[in-house]
Nanobody
Framework: QVQLVESGGGSVQAGGSLRLSCAGS????????MGWFRQVPGKEREGVAA???????SYQDSVKGRFTISRDNAKNTLYLQMTALKPEDSGMYYC???????????????????WGQGTQVTVSS
C-alpha cells in the first residue's frame, strides 16, 4: 500500500524559505515519478514540480528559479526547497507518486494516482 507523508509546511513571510519533505513507503520509491501539487481553496490543484525516476525534472513556470525538487532514493524521501516565497505560493502542498512522466503532471495533462494528506504553506506579505 502506497503511503506518502509530508512534513515541513508552516508560516513564513514573503521572501522567506521553507523545505518540504515527503516520506514514501509501501512501494518501490526509486521507480516512481514523484511530484508536488498545491491547492488553494476555490482554485484547481496545480502541479508545481515533478521528478522522474531517471532524474528528469519539470517545474511550473511560476516557481522556476525559486523552487528546487530533489529525491533521495536511499531514504525514500522527496524534497521541495522553496525560496523567495510569495503570498501566491500559499496553499496546501501535496506529495504525489505514480508511474509516467512528471512533465504531464506539471502541464495539467495527467493526474497521479497516489497522494499524501498535504502540508499547509502560508506566506504573508
Amino acid at each position: 500500500q502506497v503511503q506518502l507523508v509530508e512534513s515541513g509546511g508552516g508560516s513564513v513571510q514573503a521572501g522567506g524559505s521553507l523545505r518540504l519533505s515527503c516520506a514514501g513507503s509501501g512501494y518501490a520509491f526509486s521507480t516512481f515519478v514523484m511530484g508536488w501539487f498545491r491547492q488553494v481553496p476555490g482554485k484547481e490543484r496545480e502541479g508545481v514540480a515533478a521528478i522522474n525516476s531517471d532524474g528528469t525534472i519539470s517545474y511550473q513556470d511560476s516557481v522556476k528559479g525559486r523552487f528546487t525538487i530533489s529525491r533521495d532514493n536511499a531514504k525514500n524521501t522527496l524534497y521541495l526547497q522553496m525560496t523567495a516565497l510569495k503570498p501566491e505560493d500559499s496553499g496546501m502542498y501535496y506529495c504525489t507518486a505514480d508511474y509516467g512522466n512528471g512533465a504531464f503532471w506539471v502541464a495539467q495533462r495527467a493526474v497521479p494516482r497516489y497522494w499524501g494528506q498535504g502540508t499547509q504553506v502560508t506566506v504573508s506579505s
